[in-house]
């Protein structure tokens, strides 16, 4: 009976560490969203989405793209390797006043094939940031 019992035991926790492993990268972002809150027109318009593969492979990125051409991403070029952090920067036009709320897809190899992050904030004219604040 024992050793019916640890065969079957056994056997749960292979089939349980099996479908851990993934086969593939996966991203883990800091975060997903990026806050740009009230900025100047014209201001710094560099972020960057910073994220580690947790994955079993490494992830090859083929392509980023913004939602508009407003927004323009990087890519890293080298396989980003399990445990390996990297970056996908990102640069928003705020020569453009208002809100704004756009999207950056990641094509990659990755157990997301398509990973979309975001970014948003809202554009003012210069020197008239406390008066939005207000």
Do not use: H
Not at 48 to 74: L, M, Q, R, W
Not at 108 to 130: H, L, T
């Amino acid at each position: 009976m024992n050793k019916l019992l640890f065969i079957a035991l056994l056997i749960v926790s292979s089939t349980i560490l099996a479908q851990e492993k993934t086969d593939k990268g996966v991203f883990e972002f800091e975060n997903e969203t990026i806050n740009y809150g009230i900025i100047s027109k014209n201001s710094d318009g560099n972020r960057s989405f910073v994220f580690t593969n947790v994955g079993d492979e490494p992830i090859v990125i083929t392509k980023v793209k913004g939602s508009c051409g407003c927004t323009v991403a990087t890519k890293p070029n080298d396989p980003i390797l399990p445990g390996e952090t990297a970056e996908i920067g990102v640069k928003y036009a705020t020569n453009r006043l208002g809100g704004f709320s756009k999207t950056i897809t990641i094509t990659s190899n990755a157990s997301e094939i398509s990973k979309v992050v975001r970014i948003k904030g809202n554009v003012v004219e210069e020197g008239k940031i406390a008066a939005v604040i207000k």
